[in-house]
């Protein structure tokens, strides 16, 4: 702590020189309005879905420092707040932030990103910590060419998994019949290769591979039981291990009409039964100013899963993020002025769930539907 003190001022003295000398471009923009959500407790059951209001404000904050020609820093802040209604445990808020730094050394630009995003309620039940950074490496093979390489780490941090710090006068924790402090967290390295091809101006093509391992801090479950395992019935007590890699092809058109697409697999390999799935992600996006200053925006995602264990006895993590589902979505702008738009969007989101036995009653199977649709109409102002 001494060291960093006596560091800091100096520290401080070199950022401010630095950012003296570079060229500063920032933005701000956020939106405000209410909506409505049909499921905001994102319950698995169609007769405990309960529609309910709520006030939302977005803001984005966007940073950009270059330094001469050869250096480039950016940064980026997302906030997100819900205030429902009447289910006021889901009242939540949502923080995302991006920082990269890049340097050309003419054909070669090498840099390096990092990324957060957590999610808090107050409920608590679906709380999240999702972080990651990596070095990168841009090639320029052809003209048209480019080719990425990209190497670092990631990590996962899930609470409501957490049994909370031992209690002295409990008894002992069985991993049978109780998660194991931090089970879903995780942390393990990353990379990926992409290609990029941009035959004109306005068209480009990506071809990207990647894999991660994905070391856990909880236990493996053992074959044909949601338990965990616990030495018991000679089955060793193991942490779990995942493999998860797969690739993504996609499109992307700059015109009158802005459009992209494409397809993504990922596959993920573990050592716990009922968490190894198949993932295939086809997607499309398509925006485009109108006359009367009008502008919209559509966008599609269907997604299948397998699942190779036949069960999957964490699909609550699915619905953490609406990006990790199926879903369909319009937004509909009109501009009042260069600075101040009105917004209406719609939004729909599924989940498709494997037919398996409850755990609590083998006789009865879990809901294998999941819906939600959202709806917003706001006030944005851009800075």
Same mark, same amino acid.
């Given at each position: 702590?001494?060291?960093?003190?006596?560091?800091?001022?100096?520290?401080? @003295?070199?950022?401010?020189?630095?950012?003296?000398?570079?060229?500063?471009?920032?933005?701000?923009?956020? *939106?405000?309005?209410?909506?409505?959500?049909?499921?905001?407790?994102?319950?698995?059951?169609?007769?405990?879905?309960?529609?309910?209001?709520?006030?939302? !404000?977005?803001?984005?904050?966007?940073?950009?420092?270059?330094?001469? %020609? &050869?250096?480039?820093?950016?940064?980026?802040?997302?906030?997100?707040?819900?205030?429902?209604?009447?289910?006021?445990?889901?009242? !939540?808020?949502?923080?995302?932030?991006?920082?990269?730094?890049?340097?050309?050394? +003419?054909?070669?630009?090498?840099?390096?990103?990092?990324?957060?995003?957590?999610?808090? *309620?107050?409920?608590?039940?679906?709380?999240?910590?999702?972080? $990651?950074?990596?070095?990168?490496?841009?090639?320029?093979?052809?003209?048209?060419?480019?080719?990425?390489?990209?190497? &670092?780490?990631? $990590?996962?941090?899930?609470?409501?998994?957490?049994?909370?710090?031992?209690?002295?006068?409990?008894?002992?924790?069985?991993?049978?019949?109780?998660?194991?402090?931090?089970?879903?967290?995780? @942390?393990?390295?990353?990379?990926?290769?992409?290609?990029?091809?941009?035959? #004109?101006?306005?068209?480009?093509?990506?071809?990207?591979?990647? +894999?991660?391992?994905?070391?856990?801090?909880?236990?493996?479950?053992?074959?044909?039981?949601?338990?965990?395992?616990?030495?018991?019935?000679?089955?060793?007590?193991?942490?779990?291990?995942?493999?998860?890699?797969?690739?993504?092809?996609?499109?992307?058109?700059?015109?009158?009409?802005?459009?992209?697409?494409?397809?993504?697999?990922?596959?993920?390999?573990?050592?716990?039964? +009922?968490?190894? *799935? %198949?993932?295939?992600?086809?997607? #499309?996006?398509?925006?485009?100013?109108?006359?009367?200053?009008?502008?919209?925006?559509?966008?599609?995602?269907?997604?299948?899963?397998?699942?190779?264990?036949?069960?999957?006895? *964490?699909?609550?993590?699915?619905?953490?993020?609406?990006?990790?589902?199926?879903?369909?979505?319009?937004?509909?702008?009109?501009?009042?002025?260069?600075?101040?738009? !009105?917004?209406?969007?719609? #939004?729909?989101?599924?989940?498709?769930?494997?037919?398996?036995?409850?755990?609590?009653?083998?006789?009865?199977?879990?809901?294998?539907?999941?819906?939600?649709?959202? #709806?917003?109409? &706001?006030?944005?102002?851009?800075?």
């Amino acid at each position: 702590m001494r060291a960093l003190s006596a560091i800091a001022p100096l520290l401080g @003295v070199l950022l401010s020189a630095a950012a003296a000398q570079a060229a500063v471009q920032g933005s701000l923009t956020a *939106s405000l309005g209410p909506g409505l959500d049909t499921n905001p407790s994102r319950t698995v059951a169609n007769d405990a879905s309960t529609l309910d209001g709520y006030l939302g !404000l977005a803001a984005t904050g966007k940073l950009k420092l270059t330094f001469g %020609e &050869g250096q480039q820093a950016t940064g980026r802040y997302d906030v997100g707040l819900r205030k429902f209604f009447l289910t006021n445990r889901e009242d !939540l808020a949502v923080q995302q932030a991006a920082l990269d730094w890049a340097m050309s050394l +003419g054909r070669v630009v090498v840099g390096a990103e990092a990324s957060g995003k957590w999610w808090a *309620s107050v409920s608590g039940s679906r709380d999240y910590a999702d972080l $990651g950074g990596d070095l990168f490496l841009d090639v320029a093979l052809a003209r048209q060419v480019s080719l990425r390489v990209l190497a &670092g780490a990631h $990590g996962f941090v899930y609470p409501p998994a957490h049994l909370g710090p031992p209690d002295p006068a409990a008894p002992p924790v069985d991993p049978k019949t109780a998660d194991a402090d931090g089970a879903y967290d995780w @942390v393990g390295p990353q990379g990926s290769l992409a290609l990029r091809w941009q035959p #004109a101006r306005r068209h480009t093509a990506t071809l990207a591979l990647f +894999g991660a391992l994905p070391y856990y801090n909880g236990f493996s479950r053992y074959e044909g039981s949601s338990e965990f395992a616990n030495g018991a019935d000679g089955y060793p007590v193991v942490r779990r291990r995942d493999a998860q890699f797969g690739g993504q092809v996609s499109y992307g058109y700059r015109g009158p009409v802005a459009v992209q697409a494409g397809y993504s697999y990922v596959r993920i390999n573990s050592t716990s039964y +009922g968490e190894a *799935s %198949e993932r295939h992600r086809l997607w #499309a996006a398509a925006s485009a100013k109108l006359p009367l200053r009008l502008y919209a925006s559509l966008l599609a995602a269907y997604q299948f899963i397998g699942y190779p264990d036949g069960v999957f006895l *964490s699909w609550d993590l699915q619905l953490l993020d609406d990006e990790s589902q199926s879903s369909v979505g319009a937004k509909l702008g009109f501009a009042v002025t260069d600075e101040i738009d !009105l917004e209406a969007r719609y #939004a729909s989101y599924w989940f498709e769930l494997p037919k398996v036995a409850a755990p609590s009653d083998p006789s009865a199977t879990l809901p294998t539907t999941w819906w939600r649709h959202t #709806a917003f109409l &706001g006030v944005t102002l851009r800075l």
